[in-house]
């Protein structure tokens, strides 16, 4: 129709001249193109864009496997789902097989990576077989000082901590119970409605609630629980998800609660921690290595997405999964990642030896000048003490850097107000802002736990220092209406440890002033840190505990409190475990070989001596035998 209205062109295209058919072809070419092109950029639900370009690229692949193929497992067959991509020696397609020792050296989900398979390196011990670099389970309980769960799982003697515990433990069944029943499979419950919630924080990933809670379940003995969902996780944890995920919540709590799962249990769930493991490698392809905050799971296309400036408390808070995801994979990658970073971040300049919460992954330079020990700066400092701790002291950098890093704070930033709280204060480019985050209150904790290993002398110092935070705190508490702490409080104008602006008086039923109780119990022994345990136990019951789950609240200061329907799963994570842990002997998890990442889950101290020396036993046995 077009053609026909054209002059001096006949309806049919033979009588079209030859110019006007190279114009007519090289304009339907164009519009080809374009509209190719375009399937890049629809969103990958689109129905069009998964038939031309996913099937081929990005399979759901259903891998059932064996405890037999990697050492130190159960028993248990597990199916869980794995994207495969492609490779340049392997068609795409979906394939349901057996992952013995053998099938792993047919494939392995390092080998399935698209941009991280670009680096041969990625190839697990864990899944080739590898002799002498396979994760032996048995060595690691051997290499414990002493049992995981205490002598009786912790059990306090006397009879009133013996019921606030059971109390607790209460509380995490009504929690959990309510997110199997009305959210089950989704990331967190919304209590108010009664429905679940899947947020954006994860990509595609879902049950966060779930994998959150496995560990919490197994030390309250909530056996049940705990098997509904080990068998959710073997079963239903879908890995191949399209979106975009935030890599350090994806770590912290996907990484770190299946690391937890399998360091406590022998659950077999290391497989999947691999592969999520070597999703989460493309992030750091920049030209720093310094990864972006945001990765793409699923997806065949773009390993990381946004653009703009890396944060310190994302980029620095995945240190201790990376280390065991080496252990376990056998492979040295994830350890060359974090090591990367931290040499960037110790050649570049520091303002007044301050860490600033923003670094430009291009160009490895500081964004601007905000530090804080709350959001955005605050899991940083915790990894690097916990570095050093889990690497059985033997991490010296780590010490130095923490011990360095704690002695810019304490010149710039501790402050005490004028009724004679001590509290961490914000630096934004030399000038202070009087301010203190609700996530700052693990600090307590934090320099508690790091008293002893400074310089020497400093020890009551760090104690105390920790100690007097960790009041200010609770105060941050105890000057509200419900009992429960602000997001954020000030020490200005008149204020001391409360909420000025009406934007920071909400509470999501965050953990870090109760991590701080838990930590000052295991290290004072102060009957105080449990009574103010159990000051949040009560408030939480009172205000955040709802017909079908519990609920953040918007202002702590109303005596009538509005609720913001959601629980967290970090409520499950940490905020509980914490307080069983407050009100267990400290025989449950010992400190001496357990280090909680910063999502609560507990990773073990990898003494590399021990485990060297365990393994060279089992060769030396399996030579004589042979
Ligand atoms: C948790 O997800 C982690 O503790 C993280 O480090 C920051 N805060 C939330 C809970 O408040």
């Known amino acids: 129709m077009v053609l026909r209205k054209l002059p001096g062109v006949s309806a049919s ?13 090289l304009f339907l070419s164009g519009l080809v193109t374009l509209c190719f092109g375009a399937l890049f950029f629809l969103p990958d639900t689109v129905r069009l864009k998964r038939i031309f370009l996913s099937k ?8 059932e496997h064996q405890r037999a193929s990697l050492k130190g497992g159960e028993g248990a067959n597990v199916k869980l789902k794995v994207s495969r991509k492609p490779s340049v020696t392997h068609g795409a397609r979906t394939v349901e097989r057996s992952v013995g ?22 190839t697990s011990a864990a899944h080739n077989g590898e002799r002498g670099s396979a994760y032996s389970y048995e060595a690691f309980k051997t290499c414990l000082l002493k049992p995981a769960l205490g002598k009786n ?10 019921q606030r515990r059971e109390k607790v433990k209460e509380m995490m069944k009504f929690a959990w119970d309510n997110y199997k029943r009305y959210a089950w499979g989704n990331n967190e419950l919304r209590p108010l409605t009664r429905n679940g919630h899947l947020g954006n924080m994860f990509g595609g990933l879902r049950g966060a609630s779930i994998v959150d809670s496995l560990d919490t379940l197994y030390i309250m003995g909530l056996m049940e629980e705990y098997e509904e969902a080990k068998e959710w996780v073997q079963n239903n944890l879908d890995l191949n998800s399209n979106g975009e995920a935030s890599l350090f919540e994806v770590n912290i709590r996907y990484v770190g609660g299946l690391l937890s799962a399998y360091y406590l249990t022998g659950a077999e769930v290391r497989f999947s921690l691999i592969c999520l493991g070597e999703k989460l490698l493309p992030a750091f392809n920049t030209p720093t290595g310094i990864p972006r905050g945001v990765i793409n799971l699923g997806s065949w296309s773009w390993g990381w997405a946004s653009a703009g400036s890396s944060i310190l408390a994302e980029f620095g808070t995945l240190h201790l999964e990376f280390l065991h995801l080496s252990q376990l994979s056998g492979n040295p990658l994830f350890t060359e990642k974090v090591m990367n970073i931290r040499k960037l971040l110790n050649k570049i300049e520091k303002p007044h030896g301050l860490y600033p919460n923003f670094l430009s992954p291009v160009s490895g330079n500081w964004v601007q000048h905000h530090v804080s020990i709350g959001g955005l700066g605050d899991s940083f400092y915790e990894y690097l003490i916990k570095s050093y701790l889990m690497s059985d002291k033997t991490d010296q950098e780590a010490q130095k850097m923490y011990y360095s890093a704690m002695e810019a704070i304490e010149t710039n930033l501790v402050q005490k107000s004028p009724g ?10 030399g000038i202070l802002d009087h301010k203190m985050g609700h996530l700052a209150c693990f600090s307590g904790g934090m320099i508690g736990i790091g008293a002893d290993d400074g310089p020497a002398g400093q020890r009551q110092h760090y104690l105390d220092l920790a100690a007097e935070i960790t009041h200010t705190c609770h105060e941050s508490y105890s000057r509200s209406a419900t009992k429960l702490g602000p997001e954020a409080f000030r020490f200005d104008a008149g204020a001391e440890a409360t909420a000025t602006r009406l934007s920071d008086r909400y509470y999501i039923l965050r953990p870090e002033v109760i991590e701080s109780y838990m930590y000052m119990w295991r290290l004072t022994h102060d009957p105080k840190y449990r009574e103010w345990g159990w000051e949040a136990v009560e408030a939480l019951e009172k205000h955040c505990r709802v017909d079908a ?13 509005s609720h913001d329907n959601m629980q967290q799963s970090f409520f499950l994570s940490e905020t509980l475990k914490y307080l069983y842990l407050l009100f267990s002997d400290d025989d449950l998890l010992p400190l001496e070989d357990w280090v909680f990442n910063t999502e609560a889950h507990p990773l073990p101290v990898i003494r590399k001596r021990c485990l060297q020396e365990h393994s060279a036993t089992q060769d030396h046995g399996q030579t004589n035998l042979e």
Request: negative net charge; aromatic residues 10%; hydrophobic residues 35%.
């Open 13 to 25: 295209g033979m009588g079209l001249r030859l110019s006007q058919k190279f114009v007519f072809l």
């Open 56 to 63: 081929n690229e990005n399979p759901a692949v259903t891998v």
């Open 101 to 122: 020792s053998r099938a792993q050296e047919e494939w392995s989900p390092a080998r399935a990576q698209e941009p991280a398979a670009r680096d041969e390196r990625v």
């Open 153 to 162: 799982q912790g059990t306090p003697p006397d009879s009133e901590t013996l």
């Open 420 to 429: 004679g709280l001590t509290y961490l204060a914000e630096w934004r480019g």
């Open 549 to 561: 789950g519990f609920s953040g609240i918007r202002d702590v200061y109303a005596s009538t409190v």
